[in-house]
């Protein structure tokens, strides 16, 4: 029966908007694929969609989201076709083709305009305020985020709010302002508490980011461990990868090398193996860069350097990527 496949599908959405993933795909696998009619068949796809790119896996996401887009557009449903366009601009931005992420954020902001959603729209505005910051347009980016508070807030969609509050979060820290950024992701953390979600793990990750930048090794060590091992109780295999990556400055301040060669090797896979290119690793391999160097770990910090540049040049930002190539030149050939 279609209307039960619906009925199921509702089921997955109320456990995925606060990133119960496992309840989620629980109820998923109660559908019987020859229930699934030609309107519901595409809600399935983009909720597959949804679990993948929470739980990390990105390219596939993307693959499904674009099958569950053409299936949406072949039954004129507008609502799924912009949904799906918004989660496979999330996942081009993570992968690091930001043009893609723009165009796909546009036209998913067109047809959540034309179709009077305006939480949606809320949503396309906070992903291209993250998408100007990670291009560094952090001006730009906090006047998008504004403008979409203001909607979210006219509209009491807290869960849409949190995650706005976080990404503030995230311009503030880029800026410098780390006392702002540390409030604002403690009123994200507030409300993903408030809510049950299981996204406030991504706001204490970035709280140990605060942490890693007001140069508390120690502190941002014990935040990211506890990170660490709530991501992987959920199977969230690539961001485990990416905290380690963001934890190996920590490593080499206590002198770890056992553990830092293994995180070397999970910032490595990250980059090679998972595509993943993200502004926070690139940062933080600098920052550990630093580090093995102030710890005379030459050899150490002349691989670390060389993940980060790459990660720069993936991202686009040619200035950070020689400044530390500059870096490591002087600093090896010294």
Same mark, same amino acid.
């Given at each position: 029966?279609?209307?039960?496949?619906?009925?199921?599908?509702?089921?997955?959405?109320?456990?995925?908007?606060?990133?119960?993933? @496992?309840?989620?795909?629980?109820?998923?696998?109660?559908?019987?694929?020859?229930?699934?009619?030609?309107?519901?068949?595409?809600?399935?796809?983009?909720?597959?969609?949804?679990?993948?790119?929470?739980?990390?896996?990105?390219?596939?996401?993307?693959?499904?989201?674009?099958?569950?887009?053409?299936?949406?557009?072949?039954?004129?449903?507008?609502?799924?076709? &912009?949904?799906?366009?918004?989660?496979?601009?999330?996942?081009?931005?993570?992968?690091?083709?930001?043009?893609?992420?723009?165009?796909?954020?546009?036209?998913?902001?067109?047809?959540?305009?034309?179709?009077?959603?305006?939480?949606?729209?809320?949503?396309?505005?906070?992903?291209?305020?993250? *998408?100007?910051?990670?291009?560094?347009?952090?001006?730009?980016?906090?006047?998008?985020?504004?403008?979409?508070?203001?909607?979210?807030?006219?509209?009491?969609?807290?869960?849409?709010?949190?995650? *706005?509050?976080?990404?503030?979060?995230?311009?503030?820290?880029?800026?410098?302002?780390?006392?702002?950024?540390?409030?604002?992701?403690?009123?994200?953390?507030?409300?993903?508490?408030?809510?049950?979600?299981?996204?406030?793990?991504?706001?204490?990750?970035?709280?140990?980011?605060?942490?890693?930048?007001?140069?508390?090794?120690?502190?941002?060590?014990?935040?990211?461990?506890?990170?660490?091992?709530? *991501?992987?109780?959920?199977?969230?295999?690539?961001?485990?990868?990416?905290?380690?990556?963001?934890?190996?400055?920590?490593?080499?301040?206590?002198?770890?090398?056992?553990?830092? @060669?293994?995180?070397?090797?999970?910032?490595?896979?990250?980059?090679?193996?998972?595509?993943?290119? @993200?502004?926070?690793?690139?940062?933080? *391999?600098?920052?550990?860069?630093?580090?093995?160097? &102030?710890?005379?770990?030459?050899?150490? &910090?002349?691989?670390?350097?060389?993940?980060?540049?790459?990660?720069?040049?993936?991202?686009? @930002?040619?200035?950070?990527?020689?400044?530390?190539?500059?870096?490591?030149? &002087?600093?090896?050939?010294?």
């Amino acid at each position: 029966d279609p209307r039960g496949a619906r009925a199921i599908h509702l089921s997955a959405q109320a456990f995925l908007l606060p990133s119960l993933i @496992d309840e989620a795909e629980a109820t998923m696998r109660a559908i019987d694929p020859g229930a699934l009619g030609p309107e519901t068949e595409p809600i399935e796809r983009m909720l597959a969609g949804i679990v993948l790119q929470k739980r990390g896996d990105t390219t596939r996401a993307l693959g499904a989201f674009e099958e569950a887009r053409a299936l949406a557009e072949a039954v004129s449903d507008r609502l799924v076709t &912009a949904r799906c366009l918004y989660g496979a601009a999330e996942c081009e931005k993570l992968l690091g083709r930001f043009d893609a992420a723009r165009e796909h954020y546009e036209a998913a902001g067109v047809l959540f305009g034309g179709i009077g959603e305006l939480a949606h729209e809320a949503r396309v505005l906070t992903g291209l305020s993250d *998408l100007e910051g990670r291009g560094g347009r952090f001006e730009r980016a906090l006047t998008l985020a504004h403008q979409s508070h203001a909607i979210l807030e006219r509209l009491g969609v807290r869960p849409s709010i949190a995650v *706005l509050m976080n990404g503030v979060g995230d311009l503030l820290r880029k800026l410098g302002r780390l006392d702002e950024a540390e409030a604002s992701y403690r009123d994200a953390l507030q409300e993903f508490t408030a809510l049950g979600s299981g996204d406030g793990t991504f706001v204490r990750l970035n709280l140990g980011l605060v942490q890693l930048a007001r140069d508390d090794l120690v502190g941002a060590d014990e935040t990211l461990a506890e990170v660490e091992r709530e *991501l992987a109780l959920s199977r969230r295999d690539t961001y485990v990868r990416i905290v380690r990556a963001i934890r190996l400055a920590s490593a080499a301040h206590a002198g770890a090398w056992d553990r830092f @060669d293994g995180f070397v090797d999970d910032a490595s896979g990250l980059l090679l193996e998972g595509g993943v290119i @993200d502004p926070d690793v690139a940062w933080a *391999l600098e920052r550990a860069t630093r580090e093995a160097f &102030a710890q005379q770990m030459p050899a150490r &910090a002349e691989k670390v350097g060389a993940l980060a540049v790459e990660q720069f040049r993936r991202l686009g @930002d040619l200035v950070s990527a020689e400044r530390v190539e500059a870096k490591l030149a &002087a600093r090896l050939s010294g």
